[in-house]
């Protein structure tokens, strides 16, 4: 448990936490520094062919096999990036044998996790949990996946405890971001299958995901003096109200669950003049996901008709698909992960993800890539932790993954 938790702590204190404003890839020069640094350290594990793309801000990496068998190739992916959420300066605290009661974050700032607000809090009861303190998030997202992969390989290679296929492992940034795996280089990593290793608690196992598009909406309006308005003045920000008003008030996050999709309005900003919305449209049916499209579309057609002297533009782009329409093709890594849970005795906990990991993008790029659990809960805020238990049974299940494929 020790070497998991010292690494794992190590890494936190690193802030590699991406910016969507950027032009740059990786979004921040912090991740490209920690991939030089992993660099190091997987080569000190002894992996080989290890390798920094400055171009895409991936390090990969591969363990030989050592099997005479003809086993195909298989890969583990987590990202270097955390959330956009107060990421420097973390301080994590641990709590041994937790017993089920209230953890005091920061007593100052009287902040609290209480599973009488976080009801999961009771499946860690006798657990070893590592918090935040309060004022940051953990980075449990990513870097427990980050931790378990480097920790199951560093094993594997010394330990040698079964034969086994080749082996590669890749850290990439800008997840959160949703473009970390834009430029992924599946000729390089060269699997036919792969996990990405970004869940949360234990047994996930995801092979669907959202279809995703993001909107910006910019609309202009007719800024006059309120005294002479009637009739002459278009309010952006009134307009920008009314467009929210026009799509389907359930669909939206507070009110969904499963696979039910929606629209989230992420950032509003405006004058009288000037008003910008920015909107990210989520469902796992494609049909429906086009649907949604398009009465978005149609809103904002509706609004431009009835301002005719003002003007509401629409740039929207689609982020990634549901990766479960190809990975339901062929079922191979879904049937491994499973098969190495249950010899676990980790009861497999298979849901759609209410999100999307690089797995969603590398699936289409050829590479099915579903998605195993971390251990840790609460992710992007200040109430994160992660149970070091199931961290640790992470790093068994890709083991056990690796184990099962060779035979």
């Known amino acids: ?21 950027s032009p740059t890839v990786p979004s921040t020069k912090a991740q490209l520094d920690f991939a030089y640094m992993l660099k190091d350290e997987l080569i000190e594990i002894g992996c080989e062919n290890v390798f920094v793309n400055d171009d895409n801000g991936f390090v990969m990496a591969t363990i030989a096999k050592t099997t005479n068998k003809n086993v195909p190739a298989i890969g583990f992916i987590a990202h270097i990036d955390t959330a956009d959420f107060e990421s420097r300066n ?22 609290i996790l209480s599973p009488i607000q976080f009801p999961n809090l009771n499946n860690y009861i006798g657990h070893t949990l590592i918090t935040t303190d309060g004022t940051t998030l953990l980075g449990a997202d990513n870097k427990a996946g980050m931790v378990a992969i480097i920790e199951a390989m560093k094993m594997l290679i010394a330990d040698q405890p079964f034969e086994h296929g080749e ?7 800008d997840e959160e971001i949703g473009r970390g795996a834009n430029l992924f280089d599946v000729k390089a990593f060269n699997t036919e299958f792969a996990y990405t290793v970004d869940g949360s608690f234990k047994g996930q196992l995801e092979y669907e995901s959202f279809n995703a598009a ?19 003045m278009i309010n952006a920000i009134k307009v920008a109200m009314e467009l929210d008003s026009m799509l389907p008030q359930d669909a939206v996050p507070e009110k969904t669950e499963k696979r039910e ?5 992420t950032q509003m900003e405006g004058t009288i003049e000037d008003a910008t919305m920015h909107y990210i449209i989520r469902d796992h049916d494609r049909d429906l996901f086009e649907a949604k499209k398009a009465h978005l579309e149609a809103v904002v057609a509706q609004l431009n008709e009835k301002y005719a002297k003002g003007h509401i533009e629409l740039d929207m782009q689609d982020s990634y698909y ?18 190495a849970m249950l010899e676990l005795g980790i009861k497999p906990i298979i849901e759609p993800i209410r999100g999307g990991t690089d797995g969603s993008k590398i699936t289409y790029m050829g590479i099915p890539t579903p998605n195993l659990f971390t251990g840790g809960e609460n992710f992007h805020g200040k109430f994160e932790f992660l149970s070091v238990n199931d961290a640790l049974l992470s790093k068994q299940t890709i083991l056990k993954i690796v184990e099962l494929h060779a035979k």
């Not at 082996?167 to 940034?173: M, N, Q």
Request: with cysteine; glycine share 8%.
């Open 90 to 111: 973390i301080k994590p605290q641990i709590v041994s044998d937790y017993d089920g009661q209230e953890i005091i974050l920061n007593k100052e700032l009287d902040v």
């Open 214 to 232: 993001g909107a910006t909406i910019t609309i202009k309006g007719v800024s006059v003096h309120p005294g002479t308005a009637k009739n002459t």
């Open 322 to 339: 549901n990766m479960g329409d190809v990975i339901k093709k062929d079922m191979r890594s879904v049937e491994l992960a499973k098969a």
């Open 1 to 21: 448990m020790q070497p998991f938790i010292e690494r794992f702590i190590r890494y936190i204190k690193i802030d590699t936490r991406s910016d969507a404003s």
């Open 261 to 265: 999709g929606f629209y989230l309005c």
């Open 167 to 173: 082996i590669r492992i890749a850290f990439g940034p």
